[in-house]
């Protein structure tokens, strides 16, 4: 197929390709493709379990992806709904039937009635932030999970957003001091090691201790990765992984970032008792088996796919791209010009977050995943936004001037959330431009304050999707041609 020159026609391709990739990753795609059961057997990433001689099969975890996970887990073990278990269905599918439950904590947008696994609002809509009743879920998957015995299998499904949705505080502390913790060390500089050091050490479930509760015979957890590098004690805070790290640790983590009066008291005493005591090193239990099924460089993948069957030669960057929403719209934007405007196919340059010289031919889609940071300005007047939309919104105000001529770019979270709003992210073109010089917008004016989604929402440019059931970070869709 060629490519389209007008350019409401580019945009559109920008989203095609976008949701090609997300396609990919889509959370019952992913756990059909790493289960399966073939009779009385069920084959999950290698572990083969025989139904028959299995007690009980108990599903847990935690995520935005968690609802599409549970279900296709229930279809490929084969769940009969009430009242069709007769004759047309097969001895493994009654078994497994009989055997299946679980617990899984979602947002509450996820939330949808299965036939064994019970999906539990962990929190609202739009809030990465742990509440009361993700607490209780927590308890729950806990208590389900030491009532396990060795005939039995634990499944542990985890997908982004799961730290905030797998709340459990030790006793004496509550979340509200956990909490303020937090808020202090992100507050204060600390990095993503030093954070969930401390996290870790004041969580009944995070940092192994979810695996370490399980009493079944095996398990197994499925892991969708939202993390740059799939570090499997990041995802979730780590759950099913093992924690090395100590209360004394986490004390000074403390003591170096914090001052005195930072950090609530029941916090400070817990780990002081913690470190007194003395540290008994238990080995990781051999029976826990972890697996990322789904990552960001498969929905680059199956992107790329998509733009090449549209006609586009395709370069991407990669899934480990960090930096700062801003910076990084900037960079791609230029990028884009530089392809645009070349007389003769040859080299460009990228910024300095985007490495390297490729060799870049219009018609071109340049693709990129990874998760950049926003730096908050400060300012008393109302704004709304994500680092989606902050992005893209850079990238308008650098090529405002220019006018965006034979080129469209696009940035979503593939959450289908992008900070506290209901988009994924924004998508913009000259057609979009053109809407908001018309009507007398400024982005520079949205831009100082993070103030993103306004400016999107009066253009058409938001990218709404609603929960897409899945989590790979970022993905992000630059297409050029030649100027026009």
């Keep these: 197929m060629t490519v389209l020159s007008r350019q409401s026609h580019l945009q559109q391709h920008a989203r095609d390709i976008w949701a090609a990739g997300v396609r990919a990753v889509d959370s019952e795609r992913l756990v059909a493709n790493a289960v399966r059961r073939e009779g009385g057997t069920l084959d999950i990433c290698g572990h083969r379990i ?29 769940t009969v709904p009430d009242g069709c278990a007769g004759p047309h269905a097969s001895s493994g599918t009654v078994v497994a039937d009989a055997k299946l439950s679980g617990w899984i904590n979602v947002p509450a947008d996820c939330v949808r009635r299965l036939g064994h696994v019970h999906l539990h609002a962990a ?77 870790k050490q004041l969580s009944e479930i995070k940092g192994g201790r979810l695996a370490r509760a399980s009493k079944a015979g095996v398990t197994i957890a499925l892991i969708i990765s939202d993390v740059i590098g799939d570090p499997l004690d990041v995802i979730a805070s780590g759950p099913t992984v093992d ?70 030669t395709v370069h991407s960057l990669g899934s480990n791209n960090a930096g700062e929403a801003r910076t990084v719209g900037v960079e791609l934007a230029e ?25 870049v031919f219009p018609p071109a889609c340049i693709l990129s995943g990874g998760e950049p940071v926003v730096r908050l300005a400060a300012t008393d007047r109302p704004r709304k936004g994500g680092r989606n939309q902050e992005l893209v919104l850079a990238a308008v105000q650098r090529l405002w001037g220019d006018g965006m001529r034979g080129i469209a770019v696009l940035s979503g979270g593939t959450d289908g959330e992008d900070g506290p709003t209901d988009a994924a992210g924004a998508v913009a073109d000259a057609e979009l431009i053109q809407h908001a010089k018309a009507k007398k917008l400024d982005p520079d004016e949205f831009l ?11 253009t058409g440019g938001l990218l709404k999707t609603g929960p897409t059931h899945t989590n790979v970070m970022d993905l992000r869709v630059v297409l050029v041609t030649s100027r026009r």
């Design 335 to 359: 990028l884009a010009v530089s392809i645009r405007d070349s007389r003769h196919a040859g080299w460009v340059r990228a910024g300095a977050s985007i490495q390297g010289r490729h060799a």
């Design 243 to 312: 924690d090395s790290s100590t209360p004394a640790e986490a004390l000074a983590v403390l003591q170096r970032l914090l001052k005195p009066g930072d950090v609530p008291e029941p916090v400070v005493a817990f780990l002081q008792n913690a470190s007194r005591s003395p540290q008994v090193r238990v080995p990781f239990p051999e029976t826990v088996h972890n697996h990322v099924i789904g990552n960001n460089a498969v929905a680059l993948e199956a992107a790329a796919e998509e733009a090449q069957r549209l006609g586009y």
């Design 448 to 458: 100082a304050i993070n103030n993103s989604y306004p400016f999107f929402e009066q």
């Design 50 to 78: 025989d139904l028959p001689r299995t007690g009980r099969i108990v599903v847990v975890g935690a995520g935005k992806a968690g609802a599409g996970m549970a279900a296709a887990f229930e279809a490929t073990v084969g």
């Design 123 to 199: 929190r609202p809509a739009g809030v990465n932030e742990p509440t009361e009743d993700g607490v209780a879920g927590s308890r729950r998957i806990l208590e389900m999970v030491r009532g396990l015995n060795s005939n039995d299998v634990c499944i542990v499904l985890l997908s982004g957003g799961g730290s905030a949705l797998l709340p459990a505080p030790v006793p004496r502390i509550s979340l509200a001091d956990k909490h303020a913790v937090t808020r202090s060390l992100m507050h204060g500089g600390a990095t993503i090691t030093e954070l969930n050091c401390v996290r």
